[in-house]
T-cell receptor
């Protein structure tokens, strides 16, 4: 099956810093989603982005499908950005495969 | 609030108990999913239902039994679980087919003692 690798596994930032999270995948995809999992376990949809670039406030994402990677940018980070960021891809039949996530800690 | 609700939010059960997890979606979707998230591991897909028919069972032990009575409701019946089944169980929904976004419920944190 498709492989999904996220980097870095852990990231510690000071409030106000910018960061880039990466997701590599091993095959062509129909769907790519970025999620933020808060400390209570809720997965929050950030982006649905099988290709191209999207922006939502301080967050933006770019997927280069031909090169099989996606990037999530967080600018001016805040303590509430802390949590785990997951990339998930679908290569066939509505089945998402998740990466192992990036644990982000933003310190005040 | 994602439009997907799960109950209970927390559950502690003994290995001989029988319990059920419930998921309800208010998004008008026709596909529902159960995922398992164990500590320090990525989410693993357990079951997929499309139009109330099970279309995938990812080698899940028979002590987990899903039920989808209609397109808005999904259950996971649990019996004779093991301590290693302790995990966060997440429900999701979407439209069926490629390229549709999945939305997740808040999860049920299960502890098996």
């Amino acid at each position: 099956g498709i492989q999904v690798e996220q980097s870095p596994p852990d990231l510690i930032l000071q409030e106000g810093a910018n960061s880039t999270l990466r997701c590599n995948f091993s095959d062509s995809v129909n769907n790519l989603q970025w999620f933020h999992q808060n400390p209570w376990g809720q997965l929050i949809n950030l982006f649905y982005i099988p290709s191209g670039t999207k922006q939502n406030g301080r967050l933006s994402a770019t997927t280069v499908a031909t090169e099989r990677y996606s990037l999530l940018y967080i600018s001016s980070s805040q303590t509430t950005d802390s949590g785990v960021y997951f990339c998930a891809v679908e290569s066939s039949g509505s089945r998402l495969t998740f990466g192992e996530g990036t644990q982000l800690t933003v310190n005040p | 609030e994602t439009g997907v609700t799960q109950t209970p939010r927390h559950l502690v059960m003994g290995m001989t108990n029988k319990k059920s997890l419930k998921c309800e979606q208010h998004l008008g979707h026709n596909a529902m999913y159960w995922y398992k998230q164990s500590a320090k591991k990525p989410l693993e897909l357990m079951f997929v239902y499309s139009l109330e028919e099970r279309v995938e069972n990812n080698s899940v032990p028979s002590r987990f039994s899903p039920e989808c009575p209609n397109s808005s409701h999904l259950f996971l019946h649990l019996h004779t679980l093991q301590p290693e089944d302790s995990a966060l169980y997440l429900c999701a929904s979407s439209q069926w087919g490629p390229s549709y976004e999945q939305y997740f419920g808040p999860g049920t944190r299960l502890t098996v003692t």
